[in-house]
C-alpha cells in the first residue's frame, strides 16, 4: 500500500484522483487543433510523391487552379524565392520543406493546395498533375553502404556515399579481451521494426499569420511548444519572425508519443502560405499521411553479443547497430546523443565492461526516428540486452529467472556506475523479479510447461527485467539545438488559496492537469483540486522543452516540487508574523503552520496566502508566486521485471498471451491509478511491436502497409489482461524520489514477449526470432525445424 | 472522410430507389450499410456521383422463419444476426461469423446483404452462405427473382445483381435435426480480412454418417469458393479422421489463395487445411448436442 501524507481531501501524491481533464474529454468538449476555426480560414491539402526516388520534371497546377475554391498551388519553388525550402532537423541535418527537383520517399510533400474548403483543397490535389522520371531507390540499408550505391543526399556538398555518422562508447580492447577468452559466447542479430507511434489524433495545425500587427499565432500538435517557437525563429527570422513575435498554442494534444516534437514540412507550409496571405492556414493530415510521411520510431539492426562463464556470470558485452535513419536524421534526440541513450544496453547486471558501435545511413524511406514511448533508443537497447541475456541462458542452461538473480546490480551497490558512463541512482531488481514470480507463480508455471511438452504442447515463459533511463536531463550533458533540457513551473497562489500554476511541458494524455496538481497539494497543503493547471501557451507558461521520453515528472514534476518549497519558505515567515513567535518555533503538517507545543495556534496556509495581499510583513514581497526552471542532478533510472506467458498453436502459429504481469519500480508515485493507466497503455503499446506492427517496404520503397487496414494496431481485443503492481525504490536526488513510468512498459514489454514466444518454440531449436513475431512467422520457423 | 462531392438520394420505396438506380445508372451506388463503401470513397477509390440510401426503405430489416425457411432482410445489420435467438437456434454458424465481422461499432452498421452484394471473396458472409445453401433474393424493375448462392458470386466484386437489382432477401432453408455448422477465420487482428475463413454446415444421419455438408471458404481465391471436392468426399459417408483429412487436402488444394502480408500462398492453404479439419469436428459436436 501507498502511503499518503496527505488527507483525501487535499489530495497529495498517493492518492489515485479521478483525473481532472477526464470531464470535458468524455463529453466531448476537449479542444483540439482541427476544432479551431478562425474567420476567414484558409485549407492546405499536400500533393505527395508516389515513388521513394524520382526527379521532379514538371508540378502542372492548371487543372486544380480550375477546381472552384482553390486559391492557390504552392511548390518548392515558391517557397524557395523566400528561403523557405530547407529546415534543419532537430539533429541539425537539414531536410526539404518542399522540393525544388528532387522528392527522396514515397508520400513525401510535391506541393500544397490551398482553398476555401477542406473539400475544395482535396479535390485540388486531385487534380495536380505531376511529372516524375523515377530513380532506383537505396531501400536496404546495408546496401545503403556499399561503395557502389547511389549517393542520395547529393544537396550536402562533397557527400560521396551514404553514411551519416559513427558513434561508439565503452572499452573496445578490454572487451574484445574478454570475449577473448570467456568460456561462453553467444551472438544474435536482430532487428528492431521500423514502427509509427500511430497516435489517434493526427498532426496538423492552424497558422495564423497577422500582416497588421506583424504577429504569427501557430495552433499545432506539438509536445513542445516552447521548443517549436525558438525552432520557427530560427526558420523564419530572416523573413521577419522574431521570436517576439511568435505564439505557439499547443491545445489539447490526442497522443503524441514521441511522433509529434518534430516539425514537419506541412507546419512550415502553413505558416508560410498565411505569412504570404495574411489569412489563417489549417492543414490537418488524414490517416494514411500521418503513418505514411510522419517520422517513424525505431529501425535499429543490432548484432548483440554476450561473454560469460559456463556458470552463467555475464562479463562483457558487445553491441553493433546499423541505424535506419531514411532521407535525413531527423532523430528527436538531445543533441550530443546521436544515438539517444542506447548506451543504456549493459542493462541491470553487473559486470565489468561493454563496448558499443552505431553507424547511421541515409535511405529513400521518410525520415525519423523519433522516441516513440522511449527515452531516447532505450526501447532498441533493452530489446538487444534482454534478448541476448536470454540466449546467453539457453546456451549456459540456465533458467532465465535464476540467471538474472545470479547477475544483477545488488541493491545495496547503487549508485552504480555502468561501463558506459552511467550513474544508475537507485533500484532493487531482485525484490522486483522476485514479486514478479510469486504473482505468477513461477515454479508452477515451469512445471506446467514440462508436462505440456511432453505432450508436445508449445507453451512459453519469457522474462524482461529492464532499466530504464528518463529524466532529460542534466544541462552539462543534455540539450536541443542549444537549449539546455531542464523544465519549469510557475505557482501563482490567488488571495483566495486557490492556485494556478504554469509548466513548460505539455500533456498529451498523461495527465498532468491532476499529477501536477497533486504535487503541489503534497507541497502547499492546497486541495489539488482547488489547483488549474495550465500548458501549452508559449505567451503564458514559462520556458520547457516540453514533454517526451518520461521526462515531465523527472523534470517539471521537480521543479513544481521546489516552487511550492519556495512558497512554503514565504509561508512560514509570514506565518511566523501572523503568529508572533519566531520561524524556529513553528511546525508544518500539510495545509498548516502551527506553534511547538500549542497546536491550537496555527494558520492554515489559506489564511497565510490571504496575508500576503492583505497584511504582509513589512519589507517583504506581496502577493504569493513563485518559479523554478528545474535542472535534474542526474537522470532517474526506473526499472521493472515482466514476466509473460504465452501458449502456441503448433498447427497455425497463432499466439495467445495467456497472462502477463508487471512489476514496475518509478520510485514514489503520484497517483497509483493514473500510473496503473500509464502501464496499461504502454504494454499494449509494448505488445504492438513484439507481435503486430512494422512499417514494411518493398524494393522500389513502396510502403506495403500505410493504413491501419495493415499497419496492426492492436486493441483491447488483442491485449491480455495485464497484471500490474509495484516496487517502490524513490530516486535519492529528485525532490519528490519520483522516477517517471510512461515508457517502462513500451520498453519492457516486447523482449518479455518475444523471449515467451521463443521459450515456447525452443524444444525445436529455435533460439531468436525478430519481432513482430506473427503466426506466420512461428508456422514458417516451425516448417523449417520439420515440426508437423 | 473527405471524400469527392457526390448527390445524396434518399428514397421511401423499393421503387423509387430502382428508378433513381435506372435513371443514374453507373454514376449510382447503393448505400447500405456503408462499411465497405465508404472507405473506398474516403480513399477515392470509389467516386460514384450519386449516392442511394436505401437506410429508410421500410420491410428490408428482419428475421424470421416462414415454411421451412429462415428470412433475413438484406437491410439486416450484422449485429442483428448476431443476437437473433432464430438464427441461435437453427445456424450457430452466424454467431461465430459475426462476432468476427470487424467490431461492435461496425456491426451495429454494416448489412449482411452489403457484406454479399459487395462481392468480395475477402468478406465472411459468403462463405457461410455457401455452407448454408442460401438463396438470394433480387428485386429489380422486373419484379423480385431468386438467385441460388453458388450462382451469385462471379468475378473479382461481381455479382449476379444487374445495376438496377437491390439486394432484398437472403434465405435458408432450415436443416433437419442432427445439423452442426461452425465458422472460423484466422485473423491477424480484430476486425481484419481473413488470412483464411472456412464455414462448414453438416448434417449426421442416424447412423452418424454426414447426410449432407457445405463448405465455404473465405478470403483463399479470387471469389468467394465451395470446396466442392471436399464436401464430395464426406457426404454419405462416415466421418472417419482419414476422410475428414482427405476433404482438408482437397480443400488446401483446390483453393487459390494470393500472397500477401497475411502469409505466404503455403502457409494459407495449410491453413484452410486446418480449419477444414477443426470447423467439420466442431459442426459434428454442435450436430451431436
Request: hydrophobic residues 40%.
Amino acid at each position: 500500500m501507498i502511503q499518503c501524507k496527505t488527507s483525501k481531501a487535499i489530495g497529495g501524491m498517493g492518492h489515485s484522483l479521478k483525473r481532472k481533464e477526464d470531464d470535458r474529454f468524455i463529453q466531448g468538449k476537449g479542444n483540439y487543433v482541427d476544432d479551431i476555426k478562425l474567420p476567414g480560414m484558409l485549407y492546405m491539402d499536400i500533393v505527395r510523391s508516389p515513388y521513394a526516388y524520382a526527379k521532379i520534371l514538371k508540378i502542372d497546377s492548371e487543372a486544380a487552379m480550375k477546381v472552384p475554391g482553390v486559391v492557390a498551388v504552392i511548390t518548392g519553388k515558391d517557397l524557395a524565392q523566400y528561403n523557405l525550402h530547407w529546415m534543419p532537423t532537430l539533429m541539425s541535418d537539414t531536410q526539404m520543406v518542399l522540393p525544388t527537383d528532387t522528392v527522396m520517399y514515397q508520400a513525401q510533400e510535391v506541393c500544397a493546395v490551398i482553398a476555401t474548403s477542406r473539400y475544395a483543397a482535396r479535390d485540388g490535389r486531385e487534380a495536380v498533375r505531376v511529372e516524375y522520371e523515377k530513380m532506383k531507390p537505396v531501400i536496404d540499408p546495408y546496401k545503403a553502404l556499399d561503395p557502389g550505391a547511389p549517393v542520395l543526399r547529393t544537396d550536402k556538398e562533397g557527400k560521396k556515399d551514404n553514411h551519416i555518422w559513427n558513434w561508439k562508447v565503452g572499452d573496445k580492447e578490454k572487451t574484445d579481451k574478454v570475449f577473448e577468452t570467456a568460456d561462453v559466447v553467444v551472438k544474435q542479430q536482430m532487428h528492431i521494426p521500423r514502427i509509427h507511434v500511430a497516435s489517434i489524433e493526427t498532426c496538423g495545425c492552424v497558422a495564423d499569420y497577422d500582416k497588421v500587427k506583424h504577429h504569427l499565432t501557430m495552433y499545432m500538435t506539438t509536445q513542445a511548444p516552447h521548443a517549436i517557437r525558438t525552432v520557427i525563429a530560427l526558420v523564419a527570422g530572416h523573413v521577419g519572425l522574431s521570436e517576439e513575435r511568435i505564439r505557439v498554442v499547443s491545445p489539447d494534444i490526442g497522443g503524441g508519443f514521441g511522433g509529434k516534437v518534430p516539425v514537419y514540412p506541412g507546419y512550415v507550409i502553413a505558416i508560410a502560405v498565411s505569412f504570404l496571405v495574411g489569412k489563417p492556414v489549417k492543414w490537418i493530415e488524414d490517416r494514411t499521411e500521418n503513418l505514411q510521411a510522419d517520422s517513424f520510431a525505431r529501425d535499429y539492426h543490432i548484432t548483440a553479443e554476450m561473454a560469460g562463464t559456463k556458470d552463467g556470470k555475464i562479463l562483457a558485452t558487445r553491441f553493433k547497430v546499423l541505424a535506419d535513419h531514411g532521407y535525413t536524421d531527423a532523430s528527436a534526440n538531445p543533441s550530443k546523443f546521436n544515438t539517444g541513450l542506447f548506451s543504456i544496453a549493459t542493462g541491470s547486471y553487473d559486470y565489468g565492461t561493454s563496448f558499443m558501435e552505431a553507424d547511421a545511413v541515409y535511405t529513400n524511406k521518410p525520415p525519423g526516428g523519433v522516441a516513440y514511448r522511449c527515452s531516447f533508443r532505450v526501447t532498441e537497447a533493452v530489446h538487444a540486452i534482454e534478448r541476448i541475456t536470454d540466449r546467453f541462458a539457453l546456451a549456459v542452461g540456465k533458467d532465465p529467472a535464476e540467471l538474472r538473480m545470479q547477475n544483477f546490480i545488488k541493491k545495496e551497490d547503487f549508485p552504480w556506475k555502468s561501463p558506459t558512463g552511467w550513474t544508475y541512482d537507485s533500484g532493487d531488481y531482485h525484490a522486483g523479479l522476485q514479486k514478479a514470480m510469486d504473482a505468477i507463480d513461477y515454479a508452477g508455471l515451469r512445471k506446467e510447461q514440462a508436462e505440456k511438452r511432453k505432450k508436445g504442447e508449445l507453451m512459453g515463459i519469457g522474462i524482461s527485467t529492464f532499466t530504464e533511463i528518463v529524466g532529460a536531463g542534466p544541462s552539462k550533458d543534455f540539450d536541443i539545438l542549444g537549449i539546455k533540457m531542464f523544465d519549469s513551473a510557475e505557482i501563482r497562489v490567488h488571495p483566495t488559496g486557490k492556485a494556478i500554476a504554469r509548466f513548460g511541458t505539455k500533456s498529451q494524455g498523461q495527465g498532468h492537469e491532476t499529477t501536477y496538481a497533486q504535487i503541489i497539494a503534497e507541497e502547499l497543503g492546497i486541495p489539488a483540486e482547488n489547483i488549474q493547471i495550465e500548458e501549452g501557451d508559449t505567451d503564458t507558461a514559462p520556458y520547457g522543452l516540453g514533454t517526451y521520453a518520461s521526462r515531465s515528472t523527472p523534470t517539471a514534476g521537480a521543479a513544481a516540487a521546489v516552487a511550492a518549497r519556495k512558497l512554503r519558505d514565504k509561508a512560514r515567515k509570514i506565518a511566523a508574523y501572523l503568529l508572533e513567535v519566531s520561524e524556529d518555533d513553528l511546525e508544518w503538517e500539510p495545509g498548516k503552520f502551527s506553534v511547538k507545543g500549542a497546536p491550537e495556534k496555527s494558520k492554515t496556509i489559506q489564511e497565510i496566502v490571504f496575508a500576503s495581499y492583505t497584511n504582509h510583513p513589512q519589507g517583504m514581497e506581496a502577493g504569493f508566486e513563485a518559479v523554478h526552471y528545474y535542472d535534474p542532478p542526474n537522470l532517474t533510472f526506473p526499472s521493472g521485471a515482466y514476466i509473460c506467458v504465452v501458449d502456441v498453436d503448433k498447427e497455425t502459429g497463432a499466439i495467445n498471451v495467456r497472462r502477463f504481469v508487471a512489476i514496475d519500480d518509478c520510485g514514489h508515485i503520484i497517483n497509483p491509478m493514473i500510473v496503473q493507466g500509464q502501464v496499461h497503455g504502454g504494454l499494449t503499446q509494448g505488445i504492438a511491436p513484439a507481435m503486430y506492427e512494422e512499417l514494411i517496404y518493398d524494393e522500389d520503397g513502396n510502403i506495403l502497409n500505410g493504413t491501419l487496414m495493415d499497419y496492426l494496431v492492436p486493441t483491447a481485443v488483442e491485449s491480455p489482461k495485464w497484471e500490474t503492481g509495484h516496487t517502490v525504490t524513490p530516486s535519492p536526488h529528485h525532490p519528490i524520489g519520483a522516477k517517471g513510468v510512461g515508457e517502462s512498459p513500451t520498453v519492457g514489454a516486447p523482449p518479455a514477449i518475444a523471449n515467451a514466444i521463443v521459450d515456447a518454440l525452443s524444444p525445436y531449436g529455435i533460439t531468436h526470432l525478430d519481432i513482430p513475431i506473427t503466426p506466420f512467422k512461428v508456422w514458417k520457423a516451425l516448417q523449417e525445424k520439420g515440426v508437423k | 472522410m473527405i471524400a469527392q462531392s457526390f448527390q445524396y438520394e434518399s428514397p421511401g420505396t423499393i421503387q423509387e430507389a430502382i428508378s433513381l438506380l435506372q435513371k443514374y445508372g453507373d454514376d449510382a451506388k447503393i448505400l447500405s450499410g456503408g462499411h465497405s463503401l465508404l472507405p473506398m470513397m474516403k480513399l477515392r477509390l470509389a467516386s460514384p456521383e450519386y449516392l442511394i440510401d436505401i437506410n429508410n426503405i421500410p420491410g428490408l430489416s428482419h428475421i424470421n422463419e416462414d415454411n421451412g425457411v429462415v428470412k433475413i432482410g438484406g437491410l439486416t445489420r450484422e449485429s442483428e444476426v448476431e443476437h437473433s435467438d432464430l438464427l441461435k437456434k437453427y445456424f450457430p454458424i452466424f454467431g461465430d461469423v459475426t462476432k468476427l465481422i470487424a467490431d461492435p461499432q461496425v456491426r451495429n452498421r454494416g448489412t449482411v446483404g452489403g457484406n454479399l452484394a459487395h462481392g468480395d471473396a475477402a468478406n465472411d458472409h459468403p462463405a457461410v452462405m455457401m455452407a448454408v445453401n442460401a438463396t438470394v433474393m433480387a428485386t429489380g424493375p422486373d419484379g423480385e427473382r431468386e438467385i441460388p448462392i453458388d450462382e451469385f458470386f462471379f468475378g473479382f466484386y461481381q455479382t449476379a445483381l444487374q445495376p438496377t437489382d437491390i439486394l432484398t432477401e437472403i434465405r435458408i432453408p432450415i436443416p433437419p435435426k442432427g445439423t452442426g455448422s461452425a465458422y472460423h477465420k484466422l485473423e491477424r487482428k480484430v476486425g481484419d480480412y481473413a488470412t483464411a475463413g472456412v464455414a462448414v454446415q453438416l448434417t449426421l444421419d442416424a447412423n452418424g454418417n454426414c447426410s449432407n455438408i457445405g463448405i465455404g471458404l473465405t478470403n483463399v481465391n479470387p471469389i468467394p469458393l465451395r470446396a466442392a471436392r471436399s464436401e464430395e468426399v464426406l457426404k454419405g459417408k462416415p466421418l472417419t479422421e482419414e476422410n475428414i483429412a482427405l476433404a482438408a487436402q482437397y480443400a488446401s488444394e483446390d483453393c487459390s489463395p494470393s500472397a500477401d502480408l497475411r502469409g505466404s500462398v503455403e502457409y494459407k492453404r495449410a491453413m484452410v487445411g486446418v480449419l477444414v479439419k477443426r470447423m467439420i469436428h466442431k459442426a459434428v459436436e454442435r450436430a451431436k448436442a
